[in-house]
């Protein structure tokens, strides 16, 4: 049975920063795309960050290039966003996805396996 479990979310002042985690099980997680996506209240999900299975190739949301950065310890099983210089607007739901098929950006595919997310929010 496939377990993706976020962690590390919390609340936190407008320019400050939040380390999220992501800890798999069930799954070769060396083979898996994995991704890091937020949903906003009245919005849609969307892609942050994700990364290859080999962790040589990423991808970015441009609303958080150069604050953000996504990596994954294949030998812990586990995907990690740290992110800096949070805003306001960076207050979601976090979600973790993995899936053995990616798109061209790397992120999981729509077939992958979700957490059942962290919130992060961002206060003035």
């Known amino acids: 049975q496939v377990q993706v479990v976020e962690s590390g979310g919390g609340v936190v002042q407008a320019g400050g920063s939040l380390r999220l985690s ?9 083979l898996y795309y994995m ?3 937020r949903q906003a209240p009245g ?3 969307e892609p942050v960050a ?7 190739l990423t991808y970015y949301a441009d ?3 150069d ?11 586990t995907l990690y966003l740290q992110m800096d210089s949070l805003k306001v607007e960076d207050t979601a739901m976090y979600y973790c996805a993995a ?5 061209i950006n790397y992120c999981p595919a729509s077939s992958a396996h ?7 929010t961002v206060s003035l």
């Open 67 to 77: 604050r953000f950065t996504i990596s994954r310890d294949n030998a812990k099983n």
């Open 99 to 103: 899936g053995d098929t990616g798109t």
């Open 35 to 37: 991704g890091w996506f």
């Open 63 to 65: 609303s958080v290039k």
């Open 114 to 120: 979700w957490g059942q997310g962290t919130q992060v």
């Open 43 to 45: 919005k849609e999900r």
């Open 22 to 30: 992501c800890i798999t099980s069930g799954l070769t997680f060396d």
């Open 50 to 56: 994700c990364v290859s299975a080999s962790g040589l």
